[in-house]
């Protein structure tokens, strides 16, 4: 697409008819079709995804798909399947699906077939974890793995994290796993401080393996391991690495018979079905494993075979650009009813937040419109007790998704109806309110009726499946990953770079020699900077001992 989304006859046309019928209530619109919430529902790779309840009728859905039409989302969907070299700004294939695509497929990306590949570095992971589980590895002294640390931060810790607290309920048990990503030390003792060396194991997690923050963790807690193990030599059965770039990794003094590698295909919030998911392949098993990837793999032939009107991943993405763009929307709320995925929210916010981000088209304009909306949630029922509050009757509109499964995996009384009951219940006030007539028929005194009336018509999502598990899992992070595509496809940029975060990557570095009191760098920054730069210096504490190399 080339020239100004805005001046698109799609753009112009919802434009036009968001005029025309935004201000219709959803009280109006289900009054007006009772076959509403099953005509707005679709299901793919066992999930099902109620959309009724957004302020949308058969005109915005097909104004919405003929703007996917005019920007060529479907020829978009097929490259990225092809492996052209989607991600522009730094000439890269985007091939996540590769990562979860059967054996039998072929994927060219420069004559050679990556497939073969991801599944060559599978069975490496299969093998290495089936040791650690069964107590086969050995660490240094003989004695078996009990904890597993990974040490990433962003794509190579948010993805890693929240697979293994979602999948819990299916891990082994007698195994600890713990995350690091922190470069506030806290992080490291924290999570080393009840444990024995002799019993574990570090992955280091870095595409890159240049990364500062994940560097300096590797390093405290080699200088950890060699303290209580006695010798150097006991790296090799304490850490193992997962990285593209295996000259960093060797000098680190991990040998490459234990590094695990990726792809610069893969982009870091698009990889915990890579090798980065080693630590979730050791918590819940290769099996478990295997499923979660066939999970992926199926809302992924969704995505690529089913027509815009009726392909979940697509209408997610659509739906998002309207309540962003149309409606007006700045934020997203994402409310999983299930403890599992309380890390999910943050994991969607880099997907979405890194991925979208941008104010650049691919073609080096500047965007005039609102690219992605910030993202954030919390799980329910937590959520209900504090922010749910400026969600029904804030100023704000936020469309949420609420996420849920018909059956728990701890069943305890009547919880889980419990739990379901307070997602319906949320999604239906949301959507339809509360009229003053009502809330005065309830017997409410008159002075209180203007702060008990919710006006409704908030826009959400319900996603439901029957169960959390490993499949579940993935189909439902590929539903995420694709609609995020989508939305970028739509406005143009490129989902796929982060410059971003390579900005934030440089800035540490030029500060940290100005931290020393002793230092003589002068300072150079504003009177802000400059000022907090000295308090600093005059109330630090030495560097007990620097580990970084
Ligand atoms: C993800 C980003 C970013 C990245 C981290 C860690 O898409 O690129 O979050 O994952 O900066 O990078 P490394 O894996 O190279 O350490």
Redesign the pocket.
């Known amino acids: 697409m080339t020239g100004s989304i805005v001046s698109l006859p799609a753009w112009q046309s919802l434009s036009d008819h968001y005029q025309t019928t935004g201000d219709t209530h959803l009280r109006e619109l289900f009054a007006a079709d009772a076959q509403r919430g099953g005509r707005y529902a679709l299901e793919a790779a066992g999930l099902y995804l109620d959309y009724s309840k957004n302020r949308i009728d058969d005109t915005t859905l097909k104004l919405l798909a003929g703007l996917a039409h005019e920007c060529g989302l479907a020829e978009r969907i097929q490259a990225m399947f092809r492996g052209d070299a989607i991600n522009t700004t730094e000439k890269r294939s985007v091939l996540h699906i590769a990562l979860r695509a059967p054996a039998t497929e072929r994927i060219l990306v420069d004559g050679i077939d990556v497939v073969v590949e991801v599944h060559a570095v599978l069975e490496r992971m299969v093998s290495f974890a089936d040791s650690v589980r069964s107590g086969q590895w050995l660490g240094h002294t003989g004695k078996r793995i009990r904890n597993v640390i990974n040490i ?7 993805g890693p994290v929240m697979a293994y607290e979602a999948l819990r309920h299916y891990s082994q048990r007698d195994l600890t796993v713990r995350f690091v990503s922190n470069v506030d030390g806290t992080d490291l003792v924290e999570a080393t401080r009840d444990l024995d060396a002799c019993e574990t194991l570090f992955i280091v ?7 500062q923050e ?1 560097l300096t963790n590797a390093h405290a807690a080699r200088a950890w391991a060699v303290g209580q193990l006695g010798s150097d030599s006991a790296v090799g059965r304490h850490f193992v690495a997962v ?1 593209t770039n295996a000259q960093a990794v060797a000098q680190f003094g991990i040998a490459t018979e234990n590094m695990f590698g990726f792809w610069d295909w893969v ?5 915990m079905d890579s090798a ?1 998911g080693l630590s979730t392949m050791i918590a819940i098993g290769p099996q478990h494993f295997r499923e979660m990837l066939a999970g992926f793999h199926t809302m992924d032939e969704h995505f690529r075979h089913a027509p815009i009107e009726q392909n979940m991943p697509a209408l997610l993405g659509l739906l998002a650009v309207w309540n962003n763009n149309f409606v007006g929307a700045a934020t997203t709320a994402v409310l999983p009813y299930d403890q599992y995925l309380k890390r999910f929210p943050a994991y969607l916010q ?1 997907l979405t937040m ?1 991925s979208n981000g941008k104010h650049v088209t691919q073609g080096g304009q500047r965007v005039d419109v609102e690219t992605a909306p910030i993202l954030w949630g919390e799980p329910g029922t937590n959520g209900q007790h504090s922010f749910y509050q400026l969600l029904h009757l804030g100023t704000r509109l936020v469309p949420c998704d609420f996420i849920g499964f018909c059956q728990g995996l701890n069943p305890l009384g009547d919880q889980h109806d419990l739990l379901m009951a307070n997602l319906f219940a949320q999604s239906e006030a949301l959507a339809f309110g509360k009229t003053a007539q009502e809330v005065a028929a309830e017997g409410t005194a008159p002075e209180l009726v203007p702060h008990r009336v919710f006006d409704g018509n908030r826009p959400s999502n319900t996603i439901l499946a029957e169960r959390l598990t490993p499949a579940t899992l993935g189909a439902l992070i590929a539903l995420y990953e694709h609609s995020v595509f989508t939305q970028g496809v739509i406005w143009g940029i490129d989902s796929f770079d ?1 410059w971003g ?1 390579e900005l934030g ?1 440089v800035l540490a570095q030029r500060v940290l020699p100005e931290l020393d009191g002793a230092s003589e760098v002068p300072l150079g920054h504003d009177s802000s900077t400059n000022t907090l730069i000295e308090r600093y210096r005059r109330q630090r504490r030495p560097n007990p001992k620097a580990i970084r190399t």
Do not use: A, H
């Open positions: 990433g931060i962003g794509g190579s810790d948010l997690c870095s595409k890159t393996f240049t990364t994940t990285s982009g870091g919030r698009y990889s980065i880099q890194e982060q975060v990557k």
